[in-house]
């Protein structure tokens, strides 16, 4: 996520670079830069440049075609301009640094056992699978990995992140999170035996974020509107949506539209699961939309390597909250394992994290969310004419309270779906809390997480979504209540993606139209720069936790990898 530098498709590398690039007494600090290139021999050449520059290659990023470096700055402009080199990113402020993680000394928790924890391997419930339910996910995509490749396992809705313009990254997952969290919600692996919480559902997969976590509030926005227009497209039944991400909102829920968005989608029938954030016991708000009171807001707990409830604690990193709003419920969130990317972006990273083969592990309230995602998933099957309101319901009565705890942090306790599909149907519950208007500001909605233009630096602040259109929450929150902000292709009056559906996946467009900068998307490369938001919320991996101030743009949940 660091300050995309400059695109450099085409360019000569002069005698006159490559003397600058060796000449000692032009050397200027040393930068830290993700680099990608179009071939293997464009590979080959940058490495080489950046070594004889003083450089050192610090990563391999085989999913990009590309590495991470350090090289004295002076040498930038050189890289930048060598044929075959597509891009040239700054890794700065979001890097995210094995100095800057900690050993939480937790131990693997197979998907299987996870399962267990859930409740959801006891007898009234080993026969759900999640057959006939579909889970949304919005997240940065889904790998065709084993567990994950069956037909029909996985259908990829509209690509709405800065990689959908870039051939081949349409819709993969080269971050690395999303995968790890279709993997807990409904992964399925008959070659090795993992199997996620509900294994026959149906994911639709949403991509939001590229391999560096980049994404604006208004592509999430538009993600989550497109799950609320298509949710009873043939073959999809959209009955819930996972969003493991939360930014630190600077106005309330009432107003905030990401709070709105998550609050329209509940009231077409979707139970939205949403990660508290992973800021501790120290944190007095949980992150947004899970601040909105009617979704179910999801905190993880420390099951401490056993799958009893008995010892079970809420996890040092989930946010407390207040007592107006924290966790509805937790889920083991400590050292899960799911899988893996091969060469994402967290897995070169973090190579500590691999389990296995296909196996990686991590700990947060991301991870927690999928697994009540996949629980709901179970609940559905079991009872499909239940209401958000009443699946909210069910969950929160038959959760275990968790002893000694602390009770804001805890919320009703620890997830068990076996008691909840025992209680059976629950009378006509419906929550009353104010209704949000969505009628605040998308720069309130990012609070301090923001993205940044490539090539000119201007970083998209204020009322205007990535193509430069002007938000107007009053002509967009009914049609957004209604379950019609999306027409065809078309959000908030530019055309995002295509309409055709071969199957498995919506057809991508080019991005033709003008930016936030008024400039061209046409070969254009973007990135997420100037994080200092909460954004996605995978806490942890393999037993590693973030420290204060570590990744700044914590956004998506994922909170650190290892």
Known sequence: MGVKLRAGLAGVLTAVGLAAVGAPAVAGPPVDVIVRTVSPEALARAEALVRRSGGTIEQDLAVISGFAARLPSHALAVLERMPGVAEVTADGT??????????????????????????????????????????????????????????????????????????????????????????????????????????????????????????????????????????????????????????????????????????????????????????GAAATRVTMPAANPYVLAVGASDSHGTEEHADDT?????????????????????????????????????????????????????????????????????????????????????????????????????????????????????????????????EGARGSSHVTDDETGVVLRGERDIFGSPWNPATWAPRAAEGKAWTGGTWNGKVWTGTDYDGTSWTAVTWNTATWTASNWAGRRWTGSDWTGQTWTGRAWTGRAWTSGTWLGRAWTGRAWT
């Open 94 to 279: 979001v890097r995210m640094s094995g100095k800057k993680w900690i050993d939480d000394g937790g131990a693997n928790t197979p998907a299987g056992k996870v399962k267990k924890i859930a409740g959801g391997k006891k007898a009234n419930t080993v026969q759900l699978t999640g057959a006939g339910v579909g889970v949304a996910l919005i997240d940065s995509g889904v790998a065709p990995v084993p567990g994950l490749d069956e037909p029909g396992r996985v259908v990829n809705g509209p690509d709405l992140s800065f990689e959908s313009q870039t051939p081949g990254l349409v819709n993969i997952d080269t971050y690395g999170h999303g995968t790890h969290m279709a993997g807990i919600i409904a992964g399925a692996d008959p070659a090795t035996g993992f199997e996620g919480m509900a294994p026959d559902a149906k994911l639709i997969s949403l991509k939001v974020a590229a391999a560096d976590g980049a994404a604006d509030v208004s592509q999430v926005i538009a993600a989550i509107d497109w799950v609320v227009t298509h949710r009873n497209d043939p073959g999809l039944n959209i009955r819930v949506l996972n969003l493991s991400f939360g930014t630190d909102s600077t106005q309330s829920a009432l107003l905030d539209p990401l709070s709105y968005a998550v609050e329209a989608a509940w009231r077409k029938g979707i139970v939205v699961v949403v990660a508290v954030g992973n800021d």
């Open 314 to 442: 809420v996890a040092a990193f989930s946010n407390r909250g207040s007592a107006v709003r924290h966790a509805d419920l937790l889920a083991t969130g400590r050292s899960v394992v799911s899988l893996r990317v091969p060469g994402s972006y967290i897995d070169i990273a973090y190579p500590g994290a691999r389990v296995s083969e296909t196996t990686f592990r991590g700990s947060g309230t991301s991870q927690a969310t999928a697994v009540v995602s996949g629980s709901v998933a179970l609940l559905l099957e079991n009872q499909p004419k239940l209401s958000p309101d009443e699946v909210k319901n069910l969950l929160i009565e038959s959760a275990d309270p968790l002893s000694g705890s602390d009770p804001i942090a805890a919320g009703a306790g620890q997830i068990d779906i076996a008691e909840a599909v025992t209680m059976g149907k629950p009378k006509k519950v419906t929550q009353t809390f104010a209704r949000a208007t969505g009628l605040g500001t998308l």
